[in-house]
């Protein structure tokens, strides 16, 4: 609303949620849905086909639940165009690491996820590399696609002040060079390789220490504790658990740098907030970001295996100190231009209005794509602007 532009919200979560309450614009809860993860829930359907005309176009956030079904079905015969952005949902990791439910979602892509996809007005994607890998997960795709910036806020209040705070409560970190993960501690971050690579430098620099911040779901940190082989260095690891506000502030600001050496990663907001900082990033070629971060020297990219975690860290830490420093004015310089929120709005916005006057073709249909359609399409077809 900020340039002008108004927007309600349209939800599978239940009436009620506490976050629906304290939203700065309307609000239309139509769960809880049905058919567990897939939230069925009818009214959404009429409530949109009741309300199309009112807006300008209806943005489906995320794949693989109801919420794109109903919109396509919704949509398809008026004159409001829709946008989808994948969230990463596209990435062929996911085929890779759970080959089984990637062989269900084959079972709903040809008559919904695809036409979902094929028939919005763009795909949007939030980096070139999202975009690039969503084409590898499913032989049958069509999508006008459009990459648009994505954005964070930045940190509030005094950075000395924060950074103190955050000391005050694990004072352990005081007077070291702090290395912040911060991120849920799961094996698709690549926490064990960060462990590892910590733990073969922390032996010959004692000023290394490493903050692991962030839930722990899958209860991982026991065995991570013991890949660190012994409990001098254990002594050097700091688990914060969740971190919020003001504390998630002092912990970048009193970082040295932060490390995500993820698997898959399809933005990173942490790393955007890292930048925000001041504090350059280390992070491997699977967080979709990584080309910004180069292209912009505002941080150090190597690949998610061992050998590349251990090169994050050893490139970093031998590092001069002007050209550490040269790399913390580059990490703020990248914030400001490509991850600002009010710079992801203004991308967003200028796609939008990009697509009004035509500025974006589809892809040629492919044979495989004719074939599929002919037998079982059900009236609906591809929409440019």
Excluded at 14 to 29: E, I, R
Excluded at 92 to 119: G, Q, T
Excluded at 347 to 372: I, N, W
Aim: proline content about 6%; aromatic content about 10%; hydrophobic content about 45%.
């Amino acid at each position: 609303m900020r340039f002008g532009n108004g927007c309600e919200v349209a939800t599978l979560d239940a009436p009620g949620t506490l976050w629906a309450a304290t939203f700065p614009c309307p609000v239309h809860s139509f769960g809880p849905g049905r058919l567990g993860k897939y939230r069925y829930a009818p009214r959404l359907h009429a409530w949109l086909r009741a309300n199309a005309s009112r807006f300008e176009c209806v943005i489906v956030n995320g794949l693989w639940q109801y919420h794109g079904l109903a919109v396509r079905r919704a949509l398809r015969e008026t004159a409001t165009p829709y946008y989808v952005f994948t969230h990463g949902m596209l990435d062929p990791w996911f085929k890779r690491e759970y080959p089984l439910k990637h062989a269900k979602k084959w079972l709903y892509w040809p008559w919904a996820e695809y036409r979902v996809l094929r028939d919005a007005r763009a795909v949007l994607f939030t980096s070139e590399e999202e975009r690039r890998l969503a084409r590898q997960s499913f032989g049958l795709y069509r999508a006008t696609e459009a990459v648009v910036g994505y954005g964070t806020p930045g940190p509030s209040g005094d950075p000395a002040a924060l950074r103190a705070a955050f000391l005050e409560r694990f004072p352990a970190v005081a007077g070291k060079r702090a290395l912040l993960f911060l991120g849920r501690v799961h094996p698709k971050k690549g926490c064990d390789l960060l462990v590892r690579a910590f733990a073969a430098r922390a032996v010959v620099d004692p000023s290394l220490h490493l903050v692991m911040a962030g839930p722990d779901p899958t209860r991982w940190r026991p065995a991570l504790m013991q890949m660190l082989g012994n409990a001098m260095l254990q002594l050097r690891v700091t688990w914060t658990g969740m971190l919020n506000g003001d504390l998630k502030w002092g912990a970048f600001h009193a970082a040295d740098a932060f490390v995500l050496p993820s698997h898959q990663e399809n933005f990173g907001i942490a790393v955007a907030e890292a930048l925000a900082c001041g504090v350059p990033v280390l992070i491997s070629d699977k967080v979709n970001i990584w080309r910004e971060i180069a292209q912009d020297e505002a941080g150090i990219v190597a690949p998610d295996t061992q050998a590349g975690t251990l090169r994050l860290l050893q490139s970093w830490l031998d590092m001069a100190e002007d050209e550490r420093e040269r790399l913390r004015r580059n990490a703020v310089e990248c914030y400001g231009k490509r991850f600002r929120i009010d710079a992801a709005a203004r991308s967003l916005l200028s796609v939008l209005e990009q697509t009004k006057l035509g500025g974006l073709r589809a892809p040629p249909v492919d044979p495989l794509d004719a074939r599929l359609g002919s037998v079982h399409d059900t009236g609906g077809s591809a929409q440019s602007a």
